[in-house]
């Protein structure tokens, strides 16, 4: 027996709420249509069931015709719910907008408006050359050479043809120089989703002859502002991926410059000068170049609010998540914990307003580093509050490795507040944590092991020796995973060895 397809009930629960209201508001518009009103009804059955049950959606509706014709009916309503989500953006598309300009001037030269018609398409082919639309120019052609041929054959000049000609082939060589960018960054793109950093000799090389193509080499051969774009994109990822971290922000800086020297393209290309100028502030970052990080986290919050971005989805709430886990990850890697305690408000504040809008993992990142940063200031008390966020967080599986941190970071957490009693079960509940997910690999076996003895060491003078030796096997297995990559174990073995704050020792190290 045929599956029944649940495509219908996947979009519908995609809809936002906006859309399903204006949906509902516009399909009852014309309320004597009967059939658009049990249209509604299915739509409100399909829209409250959280697994689709094509079964029980029959039931309710026994008594409706549609159910004779069930297949087409679910056809026809997800053609009403396109037709919504048309009908509310359209408006506000200007492509979508000048292509409807060029249907307009199709029709009123086939009633006879010739040159209006031509008027049209010659107001669309200047908007859409300002955009770099290329494909909708190339139509507008397309268009304006049908009527030429029908209307002009015995009047038109070999001059018009020829520039008809040359205008053709210049809108051509712009579009496929732009698709052969775009095919080379999507590579470059692919190559970094599928592979990560973790890229094999062939992926490594691919990059370098990547950077050599004659497309990269030759900043002329760019002939249009996208092109421009992803001649600087493609350069700085490759850079990045190759761990040339230097090219890459030089990368990045052209790329902003390109666009401060051409203001009106970033309310054209809004997302790509953010994730331009998001790149280029990890670049900084990446490279300790603090104050200029700082300068350019500055002016993106700037963007708050601002007209030019107002297309990109949850811009805000992305410039928060971008800056703050910069500029906190920045006071970490400096030490400089107390002073960073004045940011928290403004963050705690951020994740609360922005809590159901930032992915996970995302989230989860902010709140470790919010754990981090108490603990730093030797604040534990909230250190353990937002490490126990972080324990207790139920999609553990997207943030393990965060999680992973946080299990020891509240061990450690309970050793510095002196809860030497709860610490022999916060140990044991950890090392079955690791277990369970088969990640008590030798790292997490030694921290823990170690942390157990020096929990129950009889004296000071045993405790300092543990500490020695596991700051001897932890400089051993450096190598071996990334639970280095956030806390600093090193540095708190240091401090503890030193009798000294573990903020100083940080300090002092990074100085």
């Known amino acids: 027996m045929k599956t029944a397809s649940d495509k219908l009930h996947r979009l519908i629960k995609a809809l936002s709420k906006s859309e399903k209201r204006y949906f509902k508001v516009n399909a009852l518009k014309d309320t004597e249509d009967k059939q658009i009103n049990v249209f509604v009804q299915l739509f ?88 770099e639309w290329f494909e909708l120019v190339l139509s507008a052609i397309a268009l304006e050479k049908h009527i030429l041929g029908k209307e002009f054959i015995r009047k038109i000049s070999f001059e018009r043809l020829d520039d008809i000609l040359e205008e053709e082939k210049h809108y051509y060589q712009k579009s496929l120089t732009a698709a052969q960018y775009w095919c080379l960054r999507r590579k470059v793109y692919a190559l970094q989703y599928q592979k990560g950093k ?85 670049d900084c970052s990446m490279l300790k170049q603090y104050p200029e990080m700082l300068a350019g986290i500055s002016t993106m919050r700037q963007w708050i609010d601002k007209p030019e971005f107002a297309e990109i989805p949850n811009v805000n709430a992305d410039i928060f998540r971008i800056t703050y886990t910069l500029e906190l990850n920045m006071h970490r890697r400096l030490g400089n914990f107390t002073q960073a305690t004045a940011l928290l408000p403004d963050v705690i504040a951020g994740l609360e307003l922005y809590e159901n809008i930032l992915a996970t993992h995302n989230l989860v990142n902010l709140y470790y580093l919010v754990a981090y940063i108490y603990f730093g200031a030797a604040n534990y008390k909230k250190a353990s509050e937002w490490t126990n966020r972080i324990i207790y967080e139920e999609e553990r599986k997207v943030v393990e490795d965060v999680a992973a941190e946080a299990h020891l970071l509240n061990i450690i957490i309970a050793y510095e507040m002196q809860h030497f009693k709860r610490l022999d079960d916060l140990i044991d509940s950890t090392q079955r944590y690791f277990q369970y997910r088969k990640k008590l690999h030798k790292f997490e076996k030694t921290v823990i092991n170690y942390l157990r003895k020096i929990v129950f060491a009889p004296n000071k003078r045993e405790q300092k020796q543990l500490f020695e030796e596991l700051d001897i096997a932890l400089d051993e297995l450096k190598s071996e995973g990334n639970l280095l990559r956030y806390f600093d174990f090193s540095a708190w073995i240091t401090a503890k060895l030193e009798n000294k704050p573990f903020e100083k020792v940080v300090q002092e190290w990074y100085q």
Do not use: W
């Not at 719910?81 to 029709?107: C, G, M, R, T, W």
């Not at 050599?212 to 080499?217: A, G, T, Y």
């Not at 030759?218 to 996208?226: G, I, L």
């Not at 493609?234 to 922000?249: E, G, M, P, R, T």
């Open 198 to 282: 973790v890229l094999q000799p062939a992926d490594l090389q691919f990059l370098e002859d990547t950077l050599q193509d004659e497309l990269l080499v030759d900043f002329e051969k760019a002939n249009s502002f996208k092109a421009q774009m992803d001649f600087y994109q493609i350069k700085s990822v490759c850079y990045f991926l190759l761990n040339k971290y230097q090219d890459a922000l030089e990368q990045n800086r052209a790329f902003i410059k390109l666009f401060e020297q051409n203001p009106a393209q970033v309310a054209l290309h809004p997302s790509r000068y953010k994730v331009a100028f998001s790149n280029y502030l990890f």
């Open 44 to 131: 409100d059955i399909i829209e409250k069931q959280d697994e689709y049950d094509e079964e029980k959606i029959k039931a309710k509706l026994k008594n409706q015709p549609i159910v004779g014709y069930f297949a087409k009916a679910k056809n026809n309503l997800q053609n009403l719910v396109l037709d919504s989500l048309y009908n509310q953006y359209a408006p506000n598309n200007k492509q979508e907008s000048e292509q409807k300009q060029l249907f307009l001037a199709n029709l009123l030269y086939k009633k006879d408006f010739v040159d209006d018609a031509l008027k049209m398409i010659e107001k669309v082919k200047k908007t859409a050359d300002e955009h």
